[in-house]
């Protein structure tokens, strides 16, 4: 039993080290670890915790190893394995994060720090576009001929943008919002 | 003054764990979530130093809505507070995933949960977008030629390339490097 968590612990240690940028740039080498080399999750049940990740809050890695966790050693498992892939992400980004205050002084670490903002924009534009694709056109990829336009999610993004910029309205309320129009126009 | 610092955990507790419970989507979302309430409500952090921690976070290993709130809860009360935001933010997903996984199948194909997903799927574009619109007219203040070409130099690396972002980073902090070095040298040569 003390192995299993152990083992647990030390390949989501090692998925969360490994797991730069988020999103779906990772799924493979996830898929490497869970399904193929240990055998804890079937490709179905991968297939699915992907799925579920999405229609759950919180990010896939942790998802994935709370699931994985939980179906391998309960409560504690899931507990270990979240901890491990979260880890590394927590003593880098402080060890980061001090780095760049003790030397924003100097001009050329600040500009790092200025570059990874403006790379961050793009970044994030591009994991938007994903989802605007997603939610206008129902596929993620740029391919016309699998796109079909949904009018309702054009109107929701246009009214949610607006009521944002103008009023500053609440993030979470404007889920909530989208998700109430989802229920009634799906 | 203890009783202070108990009330700023229970508060980082209280807002990074509905943050993440409202994080549909992937980590960026927390982005805008983050700047509502620690930014525009507490006023406990200004929102260039989120936009900091947003980068570092994205440079970092591991999830990046976990590594933000470790950033925010360590600006605002050192590691205590960075453990506390931390849990906060994954107790949430250990919980319903817990859950889950007795009946996952019957969720997955609940016909209830996935229109209410994909009617949230607008709504957080419009909060990402938002928020894009916001730092993008911070870069432009900048005034710096390289940092306003980096951004959309990242956008068609990453999505229309899908060039791993570890290189697109690493890319980014040598060109940086190097034109504070190439600006300073030539700096030092008009100075002398």
């Known amino acids: 039993m003390n192995n299993i968590i152990l083992t647990l612990f030390i390949n989501f240690l090692k998925i969360g080290l490994f797991s730069i940028g988020g999103g779906y740039a990772i799924i493979p080498f996830i898929q490497e670890e869970v399904v193929n080399s240990h055998n804890w999750l079937s490709l179905q049940e991968y297939t699915d915790i992907i799925t579920i990740s999405q229609m759950t809050p919180g990010p896939l890695v942790v998802n994935t190893a709370s699931f994985v966790g939980i179906r391998i050693a309960g409560i504690l498992g899931a507990i270990t394995a979240t901890v491990g892939s979260i880890l590394s992400g927590f003593i880098i980004s402080i060890a980061l994060y001090n780095f760049f205050k003790k030397h924003k002084d100097i001009d050329s670490i600040s500009n790092i720090l200025k570059g990874l903002r403006s790379s961050s924009i793009g970044l994030i534009g591009s994991a938007a576009s994903t989802i605007i694709l997603l939610a206008f056109f129902g596929t993620p990829s740029l391919d016309i001929k699998e796109m079909s336009v949904n009018i309702t999610a054009i109107l929701v993004f246009i009214l949610a943008l607006f009521l944002l910029r103008k009023y500053k309205l609440n993030p979470i309320l404007i889920m909530i919002l989208s998700g109430i129009v989802g229920l009634f126009f799906y | ?192």
């Not at chain 2, 209830?112 to 009617?119: F, Q, V, Y």
Request: one cysteine or more.
């Open chain 2, 1 to 192: 003054m203890h009783l202070n610092k108990l009330k700023v955990y229970f508060l980082l507790f209280r807002f990074s764990f509905s943050i993440s419970a409202f994080t549909f989507g992937g980590g960026y979302v927390v982005i805008p979530m983050m700047r509502k309430y620690f930014v525009d409500d507490l006023k406990m952090i200004s929102e260039q130093e989120l936009l900091d921690m947003a980068a570092i976070a994205q440079s970092t290993p591991g999830a990046i809505a976990v590594n933000i709130a470790v950033l925010v809860g360590y600006r605002i009360s050192g590691l205590k507070g960075a453990i506390v935001t931390c849990i906060g933010t994954i107790a949430p997903p250990i919980i319903i995933l817990s859950i889950i996984s007795f009946f996952y199948q019957s969720f997955r194909d609940n016909n209830i949960i996935s229109s209410i997903l994909k009617g949230m799927e607008a709504g957080v574009a419009a909060t990402i977008v938002d928020l894009l619109i916001d730092m993008w007219q911070g870069v432009l203040k900048e005034k710096n030629l390289l940092l306003t070409l980096m951004a959309p130099f990242a956008f068609l690396a990453n999505f229309i390339f899908n060039v791993n972002v570890l290189y697109i980073i690493i890319f980014c902090s040598v060109l940086c490097l190097a034109q504070t070095l190439i600006k300073n040298k030539l700096g030092g040569v008009e100075s002398e």
